[in-house]
Antibody, heavy 122, light 109 residues
């Protein structure tokens, strides 16, 4: 069965960086896109970007102005999302989710990880 | 890319039907049949209930149905049950990216 297992909660200071991992199993890791989505406390879902685990190519929203970096390690079927220059409004639960099969980058996510809470506080 | 527009709240009594709208533009909802809907209970990850506008993943009750007209997609929940009380989000493909709606809190009265 498809499973996405994310790393645990993190507490970071403003200006620091955080790297969230997403371990995939139950399907061919390089055959499906991985999306990253976040949800601030009490707020809605916000799409951050997607990565092609086969090529490593990414798409992300301009809003983050290069602060978001999505990578993967195919040898351990794990995707990563790193966010730099953390601010208090980056406090959120960060989710990874499996997208469509390559090359269908326009298909939306189906299976989701459990989420990782990132708290930014001085 | 602006968020898709959903009503903040919706409600209905058990057994009734409720429809939640998701309005975008020709660049997202109107231009592509790649609209999905998710159900999210408090403290849980979102769960896919509708994909590609009208399709239902296996295991999702047929009480959930999707549709689209122009730039607006809709989710209808028929025969409301207590466990349907949750937040619902739409998402659409949009010019190489994706965009979510703001979410709708569905209350079963």
């Amino acid at each position: 069965q498809v499973q996405l297992v994310q790393s645990g909660a993190e507490v970071k200071k403003p200006g620091a960086s955080v790297k969230v991992s997403c371990k995939a199993s139950g399907y061919t890791f390089t055959g499906y896109y991985i999306h990253w989505v976040r949800q601030a406390p009490g707020q809605g879902l916000e799409w951050l970007g997607r990565i092609n685990p086969d090529s490593g190519g990414t798409n992300d929203v301009q809003k983050f102005q290069g602060r978001v970096s999505m990578t993967r390690d195919t040898s351990i079927t794990t995707a990563y999302m790193e966010l730099t220059g953390l601010r208090s409004d980056d406090t959120a639960v960060y989710y990874c989710a499996r997208g469509g099969p390559l090359p269908y980058y326009y298909k939306n996510p189906d299976y989701w990880g459990q989420g990782a809470l990132v708290t930014v506080s001085s | 890319q602006s968020a898709l527009t959903q009503p903040p709240s919706a409600s209905g009594s058990p057994g009734q039907s409720v429809t939640i709208s998701c309005t975008g533009t020709y660049s997202d909802v109107g231009g592509w049949n790649y609209v999905s809907w998710y159900q999210q209970h408090p403290g849980k990850a979102p769960k896919l209930i509708i994909y590609e506008v009208i399709k239902r993943p296996s295991g999702v009750p047929d009480r959930f149905s999707g549709s689209k007209s122009g730039n607006t997609a809709s989710l209808t929940v028929s025969g409301l049950q207590a466990e349907d009380e949750a937040d619902y989000y739409c998402i659409s493909y949009a010019s190489s990216n994706a965009v979510f709606g703001g979410g709708t809190k569905l209350t079963v009265l």
